[in-house]
Antibody, heavy 120, light 107 residues
Framework: EVQLVESGGGLVQPGGSLRLSCAAS????????MHWVRQVPGKGLVWVSR????????SYADSVKGRFTISRGNAQSTLYLQMNSLRAEDTAVYYC?????????????WGQGTLVAVSS | DIQMAQSPSSVSASVGDRVTITCRAS??????LAWYQQKPGKAPQLLIY???NLQTGVPSRFSGSGSGTDFTLTISSLQPEDFATYYC?????????FGGGTKVEIE
């Protein structure tokens, strides 16, 4: 069974940093691209970042470029999101998601999400 | 960036009703479109990929159609467990973008 379990969320002050983790199991992690998607509670879904299977290529939404860094540890089957210079508008539930390789770039499995709250 | 316009933003329907949700892309995306269902407090779940392909385990009352810029998600006979919010997503190019969502509510 595919499982994605996020951790690392919490309350942080504006300008602070946080590192999210996503532990994957039930599939060959090193074979799949992975993504982070966020959602302000009660609002819509926003794609944040993606990383290819070996970690050599990444992409970011303009809103986080230069502040967030996606990475992965294939030996540990873990995806990461390092978030620096956090702003109030980064407050959201952050989901990690597997790229299903079904055609195009889409998300066939999602974690349960971890809440990041940026506030003083 | 490709903008995704989803309509309606909400719909009230009864069990057994046929429900149709539309999604329009700001530029052609071939068939690179996905549909997701999200229930309150839960992560989204993939329903449809490449516009019309049903994800494994998804009931056949869900169907998708369209290509280019105009797409449709249809629920042929609404069931109690289908009351949720539905999102389209263009899977064509980065940044990946979602429609604003359609909340399907009980009438």
């Amino acid at each position: 069974e595919v499982q994605l379990v996020e951790s690392g969320g919490g309350l942080v002050q504006p300008g602070g940093s946080l590192r999210l983790s996503c532990a994957a199991s039930g599939f060959t992690f090193r074979s799949y691209w992975m993504h982070w998607v966020r959602q302000v509670p009660g609002k819509g879904l926003v794609w944040v970042s993606r990383i290819n299977s070996d970690g050599s290529s990444t992409s970011y939404a303009d809103s986080v470029k230069g502040r967030f860094t996606i990475s992965r540890g294939n030996a540990q089957s873990t995806l990461y999101l390092q978030m620096n210079s956090l702003r109030a508008e980064d407050t959201a539930v952050y989901y990690c998601a597997r790229d299903g390789a079904l055609g195009g770039f889409l998300f066939d499995y999602w974690g349960q999400g971890t809440l990041v709250a940026v506030s003083s | 960036d490709i903008q995704m316009a989803q309509s309606p933003s909400s719909v009230s329907a009864s069990v057994g009703d046929r429900v149709t949700i539309t999604c329009r892309a700001s530029q052609g995306i071939s068939s690179w479109l996905a549909w997701y269902q999200q229930k309150p407090g839960k992560a989204p779940q993939l329903l449809i990929y490449t516009a019309s392909n049903l994800q494994t385990g998804v009931p056949s009352r869900f169907s998708g159609s369209g290509s280019g810029t105009d797409f449709t998600l249809t629920i042929s006979s609404l069931q109690p467990e289908d009351f949720a919010t539905y999102y389209c997503q263009q899977a064509n190019s980065f940044p990946l973008t979602f429609g604003g969502g359609t909340k399907v509510e009980i009438e």
